[in-house]
């Protein structure tokens, strides 16, 4: 794959070092910033409140951190 035009404001959802070698150019990264934990092994959940403040048992699943 050739190197793709870079645009501000894009966000790449793939392996970062796929992306780094199919839509930048080399040397054109001075920092990359990466916030871990990763691969936790874990599912993250949003938690609800009942209308009285307390706790819910309802919960969505907002990401699961596994490798696949």
Do not use: R, V
């Not at 966000?11 to 150019?25: E, R, T, W």
């Not at 990359?32 to 938690?47: C, E, H, T």
Request: proline share 7%; net charge negative; with cysteine.
């Amino acid at each position: 794959m050739s190197p793709q035009p870079i645009t501000s404001n894009t966000l790449y959802y793939s392996d970062n070092l796929k992306i780094l070698n199919d839509y930048f150019p080399d040397e054109c990264i001075d920092l990359i910033y990466l916030d871990p934990p990763f691969n936790s092994k874990a599912d993250y959940n949003i938690l609800f409140k009942e209308t009285t403040g307390e706790q819910s048992t309802a919960q969505i699943q907002a990401f699961g951190d596994f490798w696949h």
